[in-house]
């Protein structure tokens, strides 16, 4: 049964690790890697990502990319959303922060962050503007 819009972007919003999906060109699939994100209800998608990653050099000539979120408990749910890049910018450390507490406790975010910060070179934020939407509750297992 597909979600209602308030359901997919409730349901989006949770902390879910990510399946991100872009165009990797000619004669490839596309490319397909787990990622942490932050969404609102009726906002964009922001992911960060490594400045020299070829995901980013992907997600760059694309101009757009998609996010899978599922769950198996208590129900099988998915949303997959897609739509165009709306901006990039430098990370910041508020940012990061912002997003390790998402998907951290509480008291391994400061080690993370400073870990990450000083460890995983520059990073961007990307942020994109859902613009089209798949989402089902597939019921329980």
Request: aromatic content about 10%; charged content about 25%.
């Amino acid at each position: 049964m597909a979600l209602s819009r308030a359901e997919r972007e409730q349901f989006l919003a949770e902390p879910h690790i990510a399946a991100l999906a872009v165009d990797a060109g000619t004669g490839r699939a596309p490319l397909t890697v787990p990622i942490w994100y932050q969404y609102a209800p009726g906002g964009d998608v922001w992911i960060l990502t490594g400045a020299t990653s070829r995901k980013y050099e992907l997600i760059k000539a694309s101009g757009r990319f998609s996010l899978l979120a599922d769950r198996v408990e208590p129900t099988i749910r998915y949303v997959s959303v897609e739509g165009p890049v709306t901006g990039t910018e430098p990370a910041t450390r508020e940012l990061l922060r912002e997003m390790s507490a998402r998907y951290l406790p509480a008291g391994k975010v400061d080690g993370y962050v400073d870990f990450a910060w000083e460890n995983h070179g520059e990073q961007l934020i990307i942020r994109m503007r859902p613009e089209r939407w798949l989402s089902s509750d597939l019921g329980s297992v």
